[in-house]
């Protein structure tokens, strides 16, 4: 009547495979190429940028390598020193792919600073308000409300405005730009954790609260939190840039990536497109790159879209 | 309903107040206010006369005072360049700042809700795929690169469209704005396409978000078991619940966009306050900054008053709320 | 006694990345005209998926692959869309679970009753709503023309899913899949809603479904009854058959779980182990892990087979003594 099976069948259903969700996670990241290609992208132009005293010909903020009579060359002539310009020469004679590399240091530097410290202080003001509650909460949260009712350029604007020229300025105004996103982006995960029955059960149990913060709660918040911080960091490069264009940003003598495109910008009626393009193409890369890598980890962080 | 408008007006002039004091102060601690107030080519008589005529040696709060006094009458200082009131001349080129981020708004509202729509429903369309790295591009490309490249290619390259500038003005029921005139459209179309790029990324992203969430939700599913058409589904169900949070935020984001405007109008020399306000703190015309600021932040809160008020409208949970369920 | 619904050989299967899930795996039933069919079972035993079937309301990544669903001595199993929506809401109709999440909140009851007319029929909007306050009335529904107007938030939970069930019935279908439609309530709107159910059965003909995991619930208002178990059926039969004297051992646990009066004071009876992993059921008998009756011969997979007077999956029934309730 019955097949005859292995005694193994007695015991309880086999259990499935278990991958870890950091397994998981790096399977579903690389499932998109063009994630994946921009994460390759970006870790280039990092590796060029940390680079740069090394693989360029020319050190551009060393005014005795600069000479005028090197200046506005198209791309692939040769400069006053024998080298090959790849990229053609700016106005003061720097040679732009010597400029664009170092650029990008400041620029990524800018913006990968102001990015944490706007992080680490957005962070712990959202996690005072999620724990603080009651007034503070609400009034915490009114003034982050408040500030982010402003475009973060405009916030930027008026703090260069009021602050003045110079690199820890600009990272100033551009942490103050953006810490609200973090802050409300950490409280509002902070107060759904903390509605959790597990915080109920560990406060029960009698954890400190420290410690239920630094142990349970933050590991939580860490997914939107590296989405958030992903996507601002572009937006601060990009913001440097911009306010280095309009003239407010980083002085001339260390120009960054804005800095150049700003410089070019009346060479490009004359057909001098280079001076801004090339400068501009490298900023483009680096934060499209950087979005595209922060926008699929969006998704694949995403529980609510998950099948 | 009117007690819901009165409370939230009575929160927005909470907020003007707040402002006001934030900037007053703000302004007198970052440096000493006589230079704020006064031309950097005084010299030590003017100065003392300026102290004196603004009343600078009475005490601070005072001087706060004597602030919104004048502020209320419309008098926030004089511009160091132009001579005149700085508010009035911040209210004669807000038109052109108005126009352009009101056209920025239109576009974007017709070219990225649709767009949004159809990504939310094919989400793995070749199209979609290709609609949802645009709208990346968009939000990734720095306005002012975009603004250079769009004069690089229709201006100067297909001279299609003047490069800069504003067009001739028309009137039309007493008001005046270079919408009205085909010379006008043709100078806004650049400047009012590289503002709406930003929002236009934006606005596929919301709507595509709101509709793929939508579509899973259990009332969508109801809809279908009883019978009902996809188009019904799609333009009634699902529209009504998201439009509630895209015009929300659309109608917030009314108000970066003029503030955002500041770049568009520098690259494309538009006369609106944007540039102004560049120019002014390139120059360091501190009034007219503040000025800019005051009338910024009365915007703001305009502007989240009116969205709070047509989000009550169209959400029939808060409206009823007031009246009790 | 004609049948309205026959299935026969129903496999729905789930193509997950994780493997795929049969969530339907080979079963058979049928309905009769006014009859009332309970299909019971724990979550994830496959019922609700079974109701959705019927109805082709089943999303990617899942598909019925196999199988054959009349109604009415028609196939429907995998017709087209168009087909579907001819049928759904109008000749059969779904109740979900919890009417919060599946009325719109953003829309009226009246539209939302009125939509469901008019998409299988070509009447007046006034028409329709006379209808569906008719309809609201027979429900039990106090003041139908003002709870027409309100929005779903502001009825209670009773009263939404009343209004579900006077969307059931406006068009008057054969057959209605109720799914778990009382899960959400509170026991004593429960013994409500089961009443006007029945009630309205009994008054029209129309077949029914119930879908439920609480025997108490179908005791007292199924004529037959269905035990699901991992995707098959266990055990099949007339109501007063299967609870007096159930054979399958899942049926007598799940009778036995059920806290009586007569049995006060004793250890509530339960099933021993927990749900099946639907992506790693065994090669013999799915409950096996569980069983107390277990015996060599369940390392095979029992086929459903006629054993007195009903259909069984099992190789060693329980003759119990008679379950006293």
């Given amino acids: ?307 | 309903m009117t007690v819901f408008i009165i409370r939230r007006m009575l929160q927005a002039l909470l907020v003007v107040c707040l402002m006001s004091v934030i900037v007053f102060f703000g302004v007198n601690i970052v440096g000493d206010p006589i230079y704020m107030l006064v031309s950097p080519d005084a010299d030590q008589a003017d100065i003392e006369a300026a102290i004196a005529r603004l009343g600078l040696d009475r005490p601070i709060w005072e001087q706060y005072v004597l602030f919104l006094k004048g502020a209320a009458q419309g008098d926030l200082g004089d511009s160091f360049i132009f001579g005149e009131s700085a508010l009035k001349l911040i209210l004669h080129h807000m038109p052109a700042t108005m126009e352009l981020a009101f056209s920025a708004l239109i576009l974007a509202i017709v070219i990225g809700i649709p767009l949004g729509l159809y990504a939310g429903l094919y989400p793995d369309s070749r199209r979609s795929k290709g609609i949802m790295a645009a709208s990346i591009l968009g939000f990734s490309l720095p306005t002012f690169w975009v603004g250079l490249m769009l004069i690089m290619l229709f201006a100067v390259e297909l001279r299609w469209v003047p490069a800069t500038g504003r067009g001739d003005l028309g009137s039309f029921l007493g008001i005046q704005s270079s919408l009205l005139t085909p010379d006008g459209l043709s100078h806004i179309f650049l400047p009012a396409l590289n503002l709406a790029l930003l929002k236009i990324s934006l606005a596929i992203r919301l709507t595509r978000a709101g509709v793929r969430e939508a579509m899973g939700q259990d009332y969508v599913k109801y809809a279908r078991a009883k019978g009902l058409s996809t188009r019904r589904i799609i333009l009634v169900h699902v529209m009504k619940n998201i439009m509630i949070p895209v015009v929300t935020v659309m109608g917030l984001e009314f108000g970066s966009l003029i503030g955002f405007s500041v770049v568009t109008e520098t690259i494309f020399a538009w006369p609106g306050m944007g540039k102004l306000l560049i120019d002014a703190i390139l120059q360091l015309d501190r009034p007219v900054v503040v000025a800019y600021l005051m009338i910024i932040v009365l915007f703001f809160v305009l502007i989240n008053l009116i969205v709070d008020i047509i989000y009550s409208i169209l959400d029939p949970r808060v409206r009823l709320q007031d009246q009790g369920a | 006694m004609t049948a309205v619904l026959e299935i026969s050989g129903l496999k729905t299967h789930f193509f997950t990345h994780a493997g795929v899930v049969k969530a339907v795996d080979g079963v058979d039933f049928t309905v009769s005209k006014g009859e009332v069919m309970g299909l019971v079972g724990e979550s994830g035993s496959g019922k609700s998926i079974t109701g959705f079937s019927i109805l082709g309301l089943i999303d990617q990544p899942g598909r019925i692959v196999e199988g054959s669903i009349k109604f009415n001595g028609s196939e429907i199993a995998n017709v087209s869309e168009e087909e579907l929506k001819k049928l759904r809401g109008n000749r059969i109709s779904m109740i979900f679970q919890d009417p919060m999440m599946t009325l719109n909140p953003v829309l009226r009851v009246d539209t939302q009753m009125i939509e469901a007319i008019r998409a299988h029929e070509n009447v007046s909007k006034q028409t329709a709503w006379e209808r569906s306050r008719d309809a609201l009335g027979l429900v039990g529904i106090p003041s139908p023309e003002e709870r027409l107007q309100a929005y779903p938030h502001q009825l209670s939970g009773g009263m939404r899913q009343r209004v579900a069930i006077a969307t059931a019935f406006l068009n008057k279908p054969d057959l209605i899949i109720a799914d778990e439609p009382t899960t959400a309530l509170d026991v004593t709107i429960q013994a409500q809603i089961i009443h006007e159910a029945q009630k309205l059965t009994k008054q029209t003909g129309t077949a029914m479904i119930w879908i439920t995991h609480d025997l108490a619930v179908v005791a007292g208002l199924a004529d037959r009854i269905s035990v699901m178990y991992a995707g098959r059926i266990v055990e099949q039969g007339g109501i007063d058959d299967v609870i007096d004297r159930p054979l399958h051992p899942y049926t007598v646990g799940l009778l036995g779980s059920v806290p009586t009066a007569n049995r006060r004071g004793q250890r509530l009876f339960q099933i021993e182990g927990m749900t099946p992993n639907m992506l790693a059921l065994p090669e013999g008998c799915a409950f096996g892990p569980r069983c107390q009756a277990r015996k060599a011969a369940c390392n095979a997979q029992p086929p459903i087979e006629d054993v007195e007077g009903r259909r069984l999956r099992c190789f060693n029934p329980q003759r119990v003594a008679e379950v006293t309730s």
């Fill in chain 1, 1 to 307: 009547m019955t097949d005859a099976t292995t005694d193994s069948a007695m015991t309880a259903a086999p259990l499935a495979k278990v991958e870890t969700p950091f397994q998981r996670f790096r399977a579903e990241f690389f499932e998109s190429k063009i994630a994946t290609v921009a994460l390759g992208i970006f870790l280039i132009i990092v590796l060029l940028a940390i680079l740069a005293p090394w693989i360029t010909p020319q050190n551009p903020y060393d005014l005795a390598q600069v000479t005028i009579m090197d200046g506005r060359l198209p791309p692939g002539s040769e400069a006053f020193d024998g080298y090959t310009m790849w990229l053609g020469s700016d106005g003061a004679g720097r040679d732009l792919y010597s400029a664009i590399l170092y650029g990008l240091r400041i620029s990524l530097t800018v913006g990968l600073a102001s990015g944490v410290i706007a992080l680490l202080f957005g962070m712990a003001v959202g996690l005072i308000a999620a724990y603080a509650g009651g007034r503070i909460e609400v009034l915490i949260m009114r003034i982050v409300d408040l500030q982010l009712s402003f475009p973060a350029s405009l916030v930027a604007l008026m703090m260069v405005a009021a602050l003045g020229k110079g690199v820890d300025k600009i990272i100033l105004a551009l942490v103050i730009a953006q810490w609200a996103y973090y802050a409300r982006t950490v409280r509002a995960t902070a107060l759904v954790e903390r509605g959790k029955e597990y915080v109920e059960a560990a406060q029960c149990l009698g954890i400190s609260q420290s410690r239920i913060v630094f142990r349970h709660i933050l590991p939580n918040c860490m997914a939107p939190l590296i989405v958030v911080g992903t996507v601002q960091t572009a937006s601060a490069i990009s913001l440097e840039a911009t306010l280095s264009f309009l003239g407010v940003g980083l002085p001339q003598t260390e120009p960054s990536i804005g800095v150049l495109i700003a410089n070019g910008f009346e060479y490009m009626l004359s057909g001098r497109y280079w001076i801004s393009v090339f400068p501009g193409a490298a900023l483009l890369l680096t934060v499209v790159s950087i979005n595209l890598v922060g926008d699929h980890l969006r998704d694949v962080l995403n529980p609510r879209l998950k099948k």
